[in-house]
């Protein structure tokens, strides 16, 4: 039985697609409603994604964000008045046409991101200096008419949370921009034990009407690029569409500034690329709704089912959510299932155990047997934050050993031919060379530029020959 | 300047909708968008009901309860597979009918409310007795097609939450429709300190589809009742429309049984009414995202803003969220802010105190001031507990002396033309009854059945004189 239900999932480096839907609805994740191109988020993935919420949420209060919601629809009228966002949004939006029986005199469409919502109330209610700025987010669900639907990746439907924010300069929006890149840069490290590959977009890879695009790109493990959070500049570009002004000091009128950045339930289908294996899902202890899964052995046994959740509720009271699994499944069955869940630890206790004073904690991402006294059990906080570390750490060389560099083109070539990963090479700052490349190299396209290897006065684009702008990193993308 | 926010709210006497309106407007809770009937949650207003979130949610997981999210829209054939649900929910949803630039095969509702969402995901799920039972919670927004709004009371989006549950046998259903019933009685009572009538909906105000409706009714300031949150039974009619069956222990297929139950944004709309007051919002101090507001007075004397924000610290170390109004305005100005804003506490803090060693806590239902040393500042837990019972206490001889009585129908019509309340009277079990008391009185619909209140074998239908059912309550609903 046990064995049934791990040959359930393709073993990850037979069929890597395979692997990653098999682990979702193995691990009851989320699953394909019957509302085409849209998913239903089950409990085990929601919960996932209710603990992305609260850790974010408090790292986004901390900088003094606050939240607030606005409307689902927005009036064609509306999402039009910004040029390039119309043109990037309106083929892909759903269309309201009608309310009750009546048709409406002006479509709707359900928001696929909310930029043109803020600013029609900002116009409304920015006077003066005084007003700004507005630091506000919302966690809502947007809605993209995609063709295609793979679980977290890609679907019309999404959860997500979009900041938008609005200054009265120049420097304070880019401030903000940089600092909730770096937001997320944290998170994503911190807690999602995901290491990165961050930076700028290039001019042609940006958001939609944005003058600045950065971006946490996570390599997942076959080699491709996740785009995990991005945080936009948009200088005074959309503000200006929208006739937002404020009176300054000196009572002139004056541009205002934004920005806005957002992360999505995508991040969930990181933490599986990253981190999962042949046996289901790994979740980073930090993130994972239950820590630990107690699982009694010889459970008819006197003494021992309460022995089991004695020890639940003192990891309980210690803030470390834990279950016991007392269903009247044999102990390799609860075994095979806690390790697809991904719960990070699994207590084994049966008689002799507690006979010795004892329990066995076993990591879910390494084995690893730890036994531990019934007196111990604060040792476990050390326990989580090794695992933690050791689940990045081991990301993380997996990342750096598929780091490829190069400046010349039939090495290139060669690289993106032979290898899995990215790739990081120089650039002159035109579309024709990116996209030549993406072309050339079957599907390398350009992640961001890497910040802190400058190019040298004699660096040369890889693909032209011109003067290099940049190191770029290359990358195939989800 | 302070009188003149004041000035802004009309006295809650003199015209109550003004009055309302008045004061989500100064304390910046929600705004009309231009999107027509929707709102825009502002952070004041948003933050309350993440305290609401939160609480609650709380208490749901406490009884088991999981939380998910199933898609935004419903194609319509699926909202028609229950008869009496789509003829409750057709005329008032919005048709999303174009995706992109193709017109869709069959129009998607924007979900009114998700139990055939939830249906269509068990008729999949369901198979025998051991995937039985669902306890299922989702936090998210719906759409109907209101031709009014009014902040927090009606409007065409609105937040709330909505539980769906299914189950093995009825009598476990049943059993869970009136545990969460007394969930939000719990909540509404405690958390929001707003007493209630509370009972069984009589069979003709139920909801559509429903087999039992129970219902938590409070009472608003102008004596009008406001519907916060309701349970729902429905048998094993909506499992059994959609094909939903189990194989029980014994092989036999046997029908489930559904919940569903719900709370929204209108419990915002109650906190407002039940205890705001003529200088604007009351907030009990379980609910208020903000418990004290330090306003330092001569605040540019050396030390005062130093003291007022170590005092700052000390709250928020305690758990009790605090913040300092450190503005440019006058000390009676951000009086009167706090004031509206609905801050439990203010603290006043100038030279004097601090060189007295104490600070002045002022309670914002009844004006109490009170002198604490700064080593006494942990006595602020008992004045918060004391504050939250004080508000339920007020509004609960409110309540009382706005609830009348009588089983003769000439008092009934005295009664409800010179009194704002509730009343109570004996009923037949016919809608034509209830009807004709609604129009007679200019309103009073029936609210719910006193459940402890039994009638006799001779009490008689106060309208139509035949042997009555029940005590019902009726008022004029919001």
Not at 4 to 24: C, H
Request: glycine share 6%.
């Amino acid at each position: 039985m046990a064995k049934n239900l791990v040959q359930n999932i393709t073993p990850r480096d037979k069929n890597f697609a395979d692997w990653y839907t098999d682990v979702v609805r193995e691990a009851k994740l989320c699953d394909y409603s019957n509302v085409k191109g849209c998913l239903n988020y089950l409990p085990n993935g929601y919960a996932i994604w209710e603990n992305i919420k609260n850790d974010l949420d408090k790292r986004f209060k901390d900088t003094g964000v606050e939240n607030v919601y606005l409307p689902v629809l927005i009036p064609e009228s509306l999402l039009a008045t910004e040029a390039e966002h119309i043109e990037g949004f309106a083929p892909e939006v759903a269309w309201v046409t009608m309310g009750g029986n009546e048709e409406l005199e002006e479509r709707m469409c359900i928001r696929p991101t909310s930029e043109t919502l803020f600013c029609d109330y900002w116009r409304k209610a920015v006077r003066s200096y005084r007003d700004l700025p507005f630091v506000w987010n919302q966690w809502n669900t947007v809605l993209r008419w995609e063709k295609t639907t793979r679980p977290f990746l890609r679907s019309r439907e999404f959860l997500w949370q979009e900041g938008h924010t609005l200054h009265a300069t120049y420097e304070e929006a880019e401030e903000r921009t940089i600092q909730m890149f770096k937001v997320y840069y944290d998170f994503l490290t911190e807690s999602l034990a995901i290491p990165l590959v961050a930076g700028k977009k290039t001019d042609w890879e940006r958001f939609a009407g944005a003058q600045d695009t950065y971006t946490c790109e996570a390599m997942m493990h076959d080699g491709r690029a996740l785009q995990s959070a991005t945080s936009h500049f948009f200088g005074s570009g959309f503000p200006d569409s929208f006739g937002i002004k404020y009176l300054d000091k000196e009572n002139n009128l004056h541009s205002c500034y934004e920005t806005s950045w957002g992360l999505s339930t995508r991040s969930i289908g990181a933490i599986i690329m990253v981190h999962g294996d042949d046996k289901g899902l790994v979740l980073p202890p930090k993130i994972a709704p239950t820590k630990v899964m107690i699982i009694p052995i010889a459970m008819h046994k006197e003494g021992v089912l309460d022995k089991a959740n004695e020890l639940k509720d003192k990891f309980n009271e210690l803030g470390i959510k834990c279950k016991v699994d007392d269903t009247d499944k044999t102990p390799g069955y609860k075994f095979a299932q806690q390790e697809i869940l991904g719960i990070p630890f699994r207590v084994e206790i049966g008689p002799r155990d507690i006979e010795n004073g004892e329990f066995i904690l076993v990591r879910r991402d390494n084995d690893e047997k730890i036994t531990l006294k019934f007196d111990e059990i604060e040792k476990v906080f050390d326990i989580i934050e090794k695992m933690q570390k050791d689940m990045y750490d081991k990301a993380d060389k997996f990342l750096h050993d598929h780091l490829f560099e190069t400046e010349d083109y039939e090495e290139l070539k060669k690289i993106t031919k032979e290898n899995i990963g990215f790739v990081k090479v120089p650039l002159c700052n035109d579309e024709e060379c990116e996209d030549y490349i993406k072309y050339d190299t079957g599907g390398f396209s350009s992640r961001c530029i890497d910040s802190e290897h400058k190019v040298k006065k004699t660096t040369k684009c890889i693909r032209c020959g011109r003067p290099a702008t940049d190191y770029v990193y290359f990358g195939k993308s989800y």
